[in-house]
């Protein structure tokens, strides 16, 4: 099968493959040949071979297993956040909220209606706008900056990344990653930079080799970094902010996904002097995943062009849905309910990291929905044990962008909505099974 890949150019390689996919020549699982076997069959240099490897794999046609070579995958086998469907098991890695913590919209619902907006009238609801531009500035050093309402803050990675990149453009991603940003970033045609999380966020060294190999786009998650949980520290805020002083056009796109949730300072890459930015906050976390609503301050170029990539496609978030979230946003006991539920994460995976200590598991908890657990073995192999005894986890190797010939050795949990017995079966479970 992989004798009838032609091409002479990356694009004609990555074509042909493409379309003996989807002639059923090559099936989902099927290995395509080494680089240097292929380059050598077809007669090209080992570097286009490469190139050609590199768009099937933004693409998400392909995937890199190190050693084991390069194999097609299923569309449908990628990695996405929520409950696995048809499962008997105890999912303990959806990356939920707890349902019974958002808050009821009932009481907001009658007063949303109002008069029918018609084409042409501003996009953007006036008083949602005023109460982002106050709840956002007091944390955004940049004061020329506008409001822009997307379709939560996918959409806005999205449209941010189309408006600035061509394909093949490098973007800094942390490593490990947020599920949904390595998608995006993957079928937009770019190319994924790695840079290290440690606890404090994305490491300077990393950052500046980024930069080094010419990224024009960062993702970063101040806190409540998916999956670690990670958060900035002042001074490691301060350090990027040096580095990234030299490189004021790259767009820096910062998901405070957690914001209201959070205990902790927000703290910014974002410097005064920089010129290509973009702060995002979906209410997703807190009023619930189905509010497909995200707040982005932007400055003022970034927003008219990504004013330009909406206005073919859904040009505008429903008014309805705006008013509803300012309505709830803006009222004192939904505040109130959400700091409350905020501090209702942070105790449950405080203790239950605090269990798996006891236990002699390696865990700690900074900030955010989930807990990331590094374990003795492979993560795979405690999944495995785990679903015996009827838990299903997700392994730290969907969100790795780096390809290493070693297993992840950490699981991501979303444990805040377990019962008290729950969590000591677990916690005793995940200990028999790391022996």
């Not at 989902?28 to 090209?44: K, N, Y």
């Not at 300077?204 to 993702?219: K, P, S, T, Y």
């Not at 405070?256 to 010129?275: C, G, K, V, W």
């Not at 170029?301 to 429903?318: F, Q």
Request: glycine content about 6%; proline content about 6%; charged content about 20%.
């Amino acid at each position: 099968m992989n004798e009838q890949i032609t091409g002479t150019t990356a694009v004609d390689i990555a074509t042909s493959v493409r379309e003996l996919h989807e002639r059923g020549v090559l099936r989902p699982g099927s290995s395509l040949p080494p680089v240097r076997e292929l380059a050598s069959r077809l007669g090209v240099n080992r570097n286009t071979a490469v190139a050609a490897y590199r768009q099937l794999a933004q693409a998400g046609l392909v995937v890199t297993r190190g050693r084991a070579g390069t194999m097609l995958v299923e569309h449908n086998s990628v990695a996405q956040e929520g409950y696995a469907a048809d499962n008997v098991l105890r999912d303990v890695g959806t990356g939920n909220p707890d349902p019974t913590l958002i808050p009821d919209p009932t009481p907001v619902l009658a007063s949303v209606a109002g008069r029918p907006v018609l084409y042409g009238e501003p996009v953007i609801d006036s008083s949602l706008a005023a109460w982002a531009r106050e709840w956002i500035s007091a944390d955004l050093p940049a004061d020329d900056f506008r409001i822009t309402v997307t379709s939560g803050a996918v959409d806005a990675v999205e449209r941010l990344l189309a408006q600035a990149l061509m394909r093949d453009d490098a973007v800094a991603l942390e490593d490990p990653c947020f599920l949904a940003s390595i998608h995006t970033v993957r079928l937009g045609g770019y190319r994924a930079v790695p840079v290290p999380v440690d606890d404090e966020g994305m490491t300077v060294e990393g950052l500046q080799a980024a930069l080094d190999g010419g990224v024009r786009a960062i993702i970063c998650t101040p806190r409540a970094q998916n999956p670690t949980g990670a958060r900035l520290s002042p001074e490691r805020a301060a350090a990027l902010r040096s580095v990234l002083a030299q490189h004021p056009y790259v767009l820096i796109i910062e998901d405070d996904h957690f914001s209201m949730l959070s205990a902790h300072a927000y703290e910014s890459l974002i410097s005064p002097q920089h010129r290509r930015f973009a702060l995002l906050r979906s209410v997703s976390k807190f009023l619930g995943p189905d509010m497909c609503l995200a707040i982005a301050a932007t400055d003022p170029e970034t927003a008219d062009r990504l004013a330009m990539r909406l206005s073919p496609g859904t040009t505008w978030v429903s008014h309805l849905l705006q008013r509803l979230a300012h309505g709830l946003l803006s009222d004192e006991d939904v505040q109130a309910s959400i700091r409350s539920a905020g501090k209702h994460y942070a105790k449950r995976n405080a203790a239950f990291a605090e269990k798996l200590r006891d236990r002699g598991i390696a865990a700690h908890y900074s900030d955010g929905m989930n807990l990331w657990v590094e374990l003795p073995k492979p993560a795979q192999v405690i999944a495995d044990r785990l679903m015996r005894r009827g838990w299903l986890v997700r392994t730290g190797d969907g969100f790795s962008l780096t390809e290493r010939d070693t297993p992840s050795h950490h699981l991501r949990l979303t444990v805040h909505d377990l019962s008290a017995a729950d969590a000591d079966q677990l916690v005793t479970d995940l200990a028999a099974a790391a022996q």
